[in-house]
């Protein structure tokens, strides 16, 4: 449980989190946004929980993410009226459900596939991020 209560920060009672499509379409795209706020290339992990699953622990509302992807921004959402209990269920759920995992080279492989199809701006991303592209852009 210790893992999940590390990757499950919330603030302020809020937690910020991605709604995936039931057919997982958006998906990488979601990833993508994720890594693309990151200033190096590293492996994306995550877990999937049922909308409901994740309602009970508080109300979801969409916020727009505040990625350099800004056509995967409208996925975001954040968990609201969040408690310390709350959270503390919330990380006993996620503890059970099996972690997924992106590998950094696929990471790299869809963000420099983004930023060639001009889909994420190359002076978007952290400058450190942003050096691992630049051939690409």
Request: aromatic share 6%.
């Amino acid at each position: 449980m210790a893992d999940a209560l590390k990757d499950l920060k919330a603030t302020d009672g809020c937690l910020s989190l991605w709604e995936i499509d039931p057919t997982r379409s958006n998906l990488l795209d979601v990833v993508v946004a994720c890594a693309s706020n990151r200033d190096s290339i590293q492996n994306v992990d995550y877990i999937l929980l049922e909308r409901g699953s994740v309602s009970s622990f508080g109300e979801l509302c969409l916020e727009p993410g505040k990625t350099p992807f800004a056509e995967a921004n409208q996925w975001h959402v954040n968990l609201v009226q969040l408690t310390a209990r709350r959270l503390g269920e919330l990380c006993q759920t996620a503890a059970i459900v099996a972690r997924e995992r992106v590998f950094g080279k696929e990471v790299k492989a869809l963000l420099a596939e983004r930023i060639k199809d001009k889909r994420i701006l190359l002076q978007s991303l952290n400058k450190k991020l942003a050096k691992e592209f630049e051939s690409v852009g």
